[in-house]
T-cell receptor, first 115, second 111 residues
Framework: DPKIIQKPKYLVAVTGSEKILICEQYLGHNAMYWYRQSAKKPLEFMFSYSYQKLMDNQTASSRFQPQSSKKNHLDLQITALKPDDSATYFCASSQARLGNYAEQFFGPGTRLTVL | GQQVQQSPASLVLQEGENAELQCNFS?????MQWFYQRPGGSLVSLFY???GTKHSGRLTSTTVIKERRSSLHISSSQTTDSGTYLCALDDSGGSNYKLTFGKGTLLTVTP
């Protein structure tokens, strides 16, 4: 059974629209993350959450908003979509302890295409 | 910021040959992970190895912090090893748990 679920697997959107990417983890972890991988760049960190609180935000745009309704959920809302937002978005989780790094595990990704 | 350099960018092997993948970083780190990215895109964690040497089957990871490098050795390669290998590290001091990734090594193993 998959331990980190991302929905949908593929997503096509039109410029200017809004989409929500879903992530649920069943590893019992207390920290969740979003990363993005576009065709021209390495995987890059976007957000980290610990105990449903934002820890770090490395996105330059407020169009990207994480939403954590439950401890094991971290969705990503993207508004006013642009073609440059086309990428694969990965959710990850870890059992984080302050002052100690913990291994991160990744979901299968959502491939977003903005036309 | 942290720079993560992976080499080689791509590598072609015949089945049975060994591979040595390198990851060099510019500043100190708190952790190092190696990932395998399948052709379909999903990421599999191979090693969490902030220092020293770890083994898993045909794979060996060695991280030497003072030399600012980590390596991934694949022995007796198989066609199923084909894909992209990524190293990633966290230098946030254990507070933000942010991974910085290299660009990866694309490995192709031919029969």
């Amino acid at each position: 059974d998959p331990k980190i679920i991302q929905k949908p697997k593929y997503l096509v959107a039109v410029t200017g629209s809004e989409k929500i990417l879903i992530c649920e983890q069943y590893l019992g972890h207390n920290a969740m993350y979003w990363y993005r991988q576009s065709a021209k760049k390495p995987l890059e960190f976007m957000f980290s959450y610990s105990y449903q609180k934002l820890m770090d935000n490395q996105t330059a745009s407020s169009r990207f908003q994480p939403q954590s309704s439950k401890k094991n959920h971290l969705d990503l809302q993207i508004t006013a979509l642009k073609p440059d937002d086309s990428a694969t978005y990965f959710c990850a989780s870890s059992q984080a302890r302050l002052g100690n790094y913990a291994e991160q595990f990744f979901g299968p990704g959502t491939r977003l295409t903005v036309l | 910021g942290q720079q993560v350099q992976q080499s080689p960018a791509s590598l072609v092997l015949q089945e049975g040959e060994n591979a040595e993948l390198q990851c060099n970083f510019s500043t100190s780190l708190n952790s190092m992970q190696w990932f395998y990215q399948r052709p379909g895109g999903s990421l599999v964690s191979l090693f969490y190895n902030p220092s020293g040497t770890k083994h898993s089957g045909r794979l060996t990871s060695t991280t030497v912090i003072k030399e600012r490098r980590s390596s991934l050795h694949i022995s007796s390669s198989q066609t199923t090893d084909s894909g992209t290998y990524l190293c990633a590290l966290d230098d946030s001091g254990g507070s933000n748990y942010k991974l910085t990734f290299g660009k990866g090594t694309l490995l192709t193993v031919t029969p």
